[in-house]
């Protein structure tokens, strides 16, 4: 069976501006402020609760290390739980696409390094993880992308063939995982990083949900 599976944040739906108000709760916390920024952030926050706690230290002007940022991570995943969909929105015609791949046979799920718990969360309360047979957070293996052992395992819970498969995606990260999975990736040009995502030369790219039905029937046969 065919499948397609998808990255979430900065894939599926914009999380950045949520997930940087919970690395902000933090330092404001320890009466530090805010120091990031949604809008120019944005990439950092698709990187990581640790990556947003880094930049953030950095900005303070202080002696800071990575007990510290160990100490504050638990806090951000805790208030990111409680505000996860505060901000965060689909892109325009992700449910439309996911319709339209289903009516013509694919099978989806979620391949993502976001902890498998949230990830459940935020599909549901955005209101598509039905649309999904299968869903692998950062947790849910001992080991997630780029090892190609978590796009795998993605596919066979699907119920897919893993030479009929394709990974939607927005960072080097998932176009790692695709090219050590020996599974073509597309990575959508209308995340933080921009057209820029061509340097890292996927199979192809992907400029609107409209027309990702089509480029799924041209990559996977």
Not at 12 to 25: G, H
Request: a negative charge; hydrophobic letters at 40%; glycine letters at 10%.
């Amino acid at each position: 069976m065919k499948s397609v599976i998808f990255d979430l944040d900065g894939t599926l739906a914009d999380t950045s501006a949520d997930l940087i108000a919970a690395a902000n709760a933090c330092f404001d916390a320890m009466g530090q402020g805010t120091p990031l920024d949604a809008n120019t952030d944005a990439l950092t926050a698709f990187h990581g609760g640790r990556a947003m706690l880094r930049l953030g230290f950095s900005r303070l002007g202080v002696d800071w290390n990575e007990p510290m940022v160990d100490a504050q991570y638990p806090v951000l995943l805790g208030y990111y739980a409680d505000h996860i969909a505060v901000h965060t929105r689909l892109y325009p015609n992700v449910v439309p696409a996911l319709e339209e791949l289903k009516r013509r046979g694919y099978l989806l799920g979620i391949c993502t390094n976001k902890p498998e718990g949230l990830a459940e969360t935020l599909m549901g309360q955005l209101g598509v993880r039905d649309m999904f047979a299968a869903l692998l957070g950062a947790d849910t293996l001992p080991v997630r992308k780029p090892d190609p052992e978590h796009l795998w395992e993605t596919i066979r819970r699907v119920g897919g063939d893993l030479g009929r498969s394709a990974l939607i995606g927005d960072t080097d990260n998932d176009r790692s995982a695709a090219r050590n999975a020996n599974v073509p990736s597309v990575l959508v040009t209308f995340g933080p990083t921009g057209q820029a995502v061509s340097d890292m030369q996927p199979e192809a790219l992907l400029d609107h949900y409209d027309n990702l039905p089509d480029l799924a029937d041209q990559l996977i046969r």
